[in-house]
């Protein structure tokens, strides 16, 4: 009887939401005039449903889960010249999800009803309040050393000392989303710096408990070539460190990517990171709660990259490309699911309306895995992938693909699936006006915990803007 009444439940909100979508995607899209000014919203729905086979009887009885999300964006042009930007989302958990399923998620933990509203920005803007100065103010991000999201003001000075310097300082209440803890201040400063076409220089700085600060450069010292570098800081000690660099023959198309990563070890005891939020550490309440927080796990260690993308002479539309990926742990870590020394060889093709395909784009690719796991594991395993998408004329789309490894033993760093598949419909009236259906199923060794052998989803999204 449950089953049924879930299905029923399924078709019903699945009729809702293409009936919502006829009704919004006939409309021109464009911004509307109010009394206060030019106005444009954004809106996107979605209704997801998962599924799979009866779970484990020791863990929580539940084969399903239902949720809905509405996605609201605004911009507005206000009198003298102020603009106005809210984005905002809605959860909600339809058929309830009980403690220790394996579709439990921060909805179902962090609201006693299921249900949560989040604000991630509404700010006003004036550019030019004076001469050369911009202000915002409001619920905003900041961007530079950490991401940060906070109540308060936001300024920028244009062209200080020099016509290509520009200086950003903001400063506010940090914003929790999904914890109850003290709104602490924040504050910080972003020095960006154009001295020619082809140097950037920023420095930036994040002030909280502790400091954070970054220093990149991007440096183009020909027309062909491409350097990138980064160093951040975090806490005061060193985060990580990258170097870039790309390159491309205009005769032949071909381009090169070389990229070196070092991650260190920000703490011997805690492996703290802002990244995911900014008073949470993972020592203090989410080291085995939160099982998918792998950044904030990883150790320190070394990764090299080497990229090369070549399109094939005389086959317009077709291009291949090979990547070599190597790390290896800075220290003798004990390793786990997301510490692990790897080598990866990808080989891949990019057909895009080649010969016969028309309307088809095409990547298919196939990598060789070597992991070393010093103490317990040595192994190789291969994995493969292919994403097509097909297009009926100016609005129908047709896409389906899958990604499949044949061993599954280092799943937070591979991709947490060792097989996935999915389909999908989109019907576009244009790059603004849309909807998607999408199926979706996946296997993994991690769900075997839970007595689970595979996952289904569909979900289905309407976006539009008017």
């Known amino acids: 009887m449950k089953g049924k009444c879930q299905s029923a439940g399924v078709v019903c909100v ?171 201040g924040v504050a910080g400063a972003n020095l960006q710096m154009h001295p020619t076409r082809d140097l950037s220089v920023y420095l930036e700085s994040v002030f909280y408990k502790e400091s954070s600060y970054d220093a990149a450069v991007y440096w183009r010292p020909y027309e062909f070539l491409k350097t990138h570098s980064e160093i951040s800081f975090i806490n005061n000690h060193t985060r990580d460190f990258t170097i870039d660099v790309s390159t491309e023959c205009p005769r ?9 990563y070092r991650r260190f070890e920000i703490d011997n005891s805690v492996q703290d990171d802002f990244i995911y939020d900014y008073t949470f550490s993972i020592a203090e309440g989410l ?22 993308s070549q399109p094939v002479p005389h086959e317009e539309g077709m291009t291949v490309f090979a990547r070599y990926t190597m790390r290896q742990l800075a220290h003798d870590y004990d390793e786990d699911l997301y510490n692990t020394d790897f080598q990866r060889w990808t080989l891949g093709l990019r057909l895009n309306e080649w010969r016969f395909l028309h309307n088809t784009e095409l990547n298919v690719g196939f990598s060789k895995w070597y992991e070393d796991r010093e103490r317990y594991y040595e192994s190789d395993s291969t994995s493969v992938y292919a994403d097509i998408a097909y297009f009926l004329g100016e609005k129908w789309t047709l896409g389906g693909g899958f990604y499949y490894k044949d061993e ?46 595979s996952i289904n989803a569909l979900t289905a999204t309407v976006h539009v803007r008017f």
């Open 14 to 184: 699945l009729a809702l939401v293409f009936l919502f979508a006829s009704v919004l995607i006939r409309g021109e899209a464009q911004a509307f005039e109010t009394r206060y000014g030019k106005v444009e919203v954004r809106s996107t729905t979605q209704y997801r449903v998962q599924w799979s086979d009866d779970p484990n009887e020791l863990l929580a009885d539940d084969d399903s889960d239902q949720d809905i999300y509405e996605i609201i964006g605004v911009d507005a042009e206000l009198p003298k010249e102020v603009k106005f930007s809210f984005l905002g989302k809605y959860a909600k958990d339809l058929d309830g999800t009980v403690e220790g399923s394996l579709f439990q998620d921060y909805l179902d933990v962090s609201s006693s009803d299921r249900q949560r509203f989040d604000a991630y920005y509404a700010y006003f803007e004036k550019e030019d309040l004076l001469p050369g100065y911009d202000l915002r103010l409001g619920r905003q991000y900041s961007y530079g050393a950490e991401t940060v999201n906070f109540d308060g003001a936001w300024v920028r000075a244009k062209g200080v000392y020099k016509d290509w310097i520009d200086l950003e300082v903001f400063g506010g209440a940090i914003v929790q989303m999904y914890s109850d803890l003290n709104q602490d």
């Open 252 to 260: 032949f198309g071909t381009q090169v990517e070389f990229n070196l």
């Open 287 to 308: 080291k085995e709660d939160i099982k998918r927080f792998y950044l904030a796990q990883e150790r320190a260690y070394y990764e090299f990259t080497l990229s090369v």
């Open 408 to 453: 599954d033993v280092n799943s937070m760093i591979e991709g947490e699936a060792s097989a996935h598949y999915y389909g999908s419909v989109k019907y576009a009236l244009d790059k603004d006006k849309w909807a998607e259906l999408k199926y979706e199923y996946e296997d993994d060794d991690y769900y075997e915990e839970f007595g689970i052998s």
